[in-house]
């Protein structure tokens, strides 16, 4: 087996949120499933999107400069395998699907998402296969629910935790 097959392999081993990553602008309308998106800083808030260089999707993120970074929820599964390319909806037809709304910018925002990030690329870097996009956070929303994670090449649900506030 190859180096880059078992780095594949391994890497399938680290769990990882399921995200639908998406941007709206001038150069179009897109977006894709992706599980490699990670913290930078919180000062300023910053996170990095790792995307493709091959995917048509690149030169648009690139081109439009704004991103939101939807953190799927359990009940998202099927809409991040339509992003994933899994069920051959076209790209239309995925956002004319429930749950999807658009904000000042006119970049795709996916209701009841466990958190939305969106802001302005403000930096990348090409390396290896991938552009590594990082991202200035100007808007954020959470909720609490059960998430959808990715491992072993297999969707998982994890289940949130109730938490319980005692009284002082």
């Given at each position: 087996?190859?180096?880059?097959?078992?780095?594949?392999?391994?890497?399938?081993?680290?769990?990882?949120?399921?995200?639908?990553?998406?941007?709206?602008?001038?150069?179009?309308?897109?977006?894709?499933?992706?599980?490699?998106?990670?913290?930078v800083?919180?000062?300023?808030?910053?996170?990095?999107?790792?995307?493709?260089?091959?995917?048509?999707?690149?030169?648009?993120?690139?081109?439009?400069?704004r991103?939101?970074?939807n953190?799927?929820?359990?009940?998202?599964?099927?809409?991040?395998?339509?992003?994933?390319?899994?069920?051959?909806?076209?790209?239309?037809?995925?956002?004319?699907l429930?749950?999807?709304?658009?904000?000042?910018?006119?970049?795709?925002?996916?209701?009841?998402?466990l958190?939305?990030?969106?802001?302005?690329?403000?930096?990348?870097?090409?390396?290896?296969?991938?552009?590594?996009?990082?991202?200035?956070?100007?808007?954020?929303?959470?909720?609490?629910?059960?998430?959808?994670?990715?491992?072993?090449?297999?969707?998982k649900?994890?289940k949130?935790?109730?938490?319980?506030?005692?009284?002082?």
């Open positions: 087996m190859s180096l880059q097959q078992d780095f594949r392999n391994a890497m399938s081993k680290l769990a990882a949120a399921v995200n639908i990553v998406t941007t709206g602008g001038e150069a179009g309308t897109i977006g894709i499933t992706a599980t490699a998106v990670c913290s800083t919180d000062s300023p808030a910053t996170i990095l999107v790792c995307v493709n260089r091959s995917s048509a999707s690149n030169e648009i993120f690139k081109k439009n400069g991103m939101c970074v953190t799927c929820a359990s009940e998202h599964q099927e809409m991040s395998m339509h992003f994933a390319g899994m069920t051959g909806l076209e790209m239309e037809e995925r956002f004319a429930e749950g999807w709304n658009f904000n000042q910018h006119n970049v795709p925002v996916l209701e009841g998402a958190t939305t990030l969106e802001g302005h690329i403000n930096d990348m870097k090409e390396v290896g296969t991938h552009t590594v996009f990082f991202l200035e956070i100007e808007t954020i929303t959470t909720q609490d629910k059960d998430a959808l994670m990715y491992f072993d090449r297999q969707f649900h994890l949130a935790e109730v938490k319980v506030v005692q009284p002082a």
